[in-house]
């Protein structure tokens, strides 16, 4: 089961971090990513980590203004947003999958979602 935390609204510019608290004895073994979904959008893939932290993966969009993390110890991703615009609107899901991945398909559990408003 993974829970995602920490969503909000945010000014344009501002930062936000937003967590997923993952169950189960899987976690320390699976690669973790955050995706999200804007209204009337498809879903997209945000970051990346594999299970020991290394490698990571960036959209495009976001690199140099996101940065996702790991603490295994707590079973919990994160997703630090710096710098945020209207654009990175959306509700954020954070995903498990067996090896790192940017896809949507490759990812087997998914959290329940948390928003993220940014105004401008």
């Known amino acids: 089961q993974l829970v995602e935390s920490g969503g909000g609204l945010v000014q344009a510019g501002g930062s936000l971090r937003v967590s997923c608290a993952a169950s189960g004895r899987t976690f320390r073994t699976s690669a973790m990513g955050w995706f999200r979904q804007a209204p009337g959008k498809e879903r997209e893939f945000v970051a990346a980590i594999n299970w020991n932290g290394y490698p990571t993966r960036y959209a495009d969009s976001v690199k140099g203004r996101f940065s996702i993390s790991r603490d295994n110890a707590k079973n919990t991703v994160y997703l630090q947003m710096n710098s945020l615009k209207p654009e990175d609107t959306a509700v954020y899901y954070c995903?498990?999958?067996?090896?790192?991945?940017?896809?949507?398909?490759?990812?087997?559990?998914w959290g329940q979602g948390t928003q993220v408003t940014v105004s401008s």
């Open positions: 995903a498990a999958a067996p090896k790192i991945a940017v896809t949507v398909y490759e990812y087997r559990y």
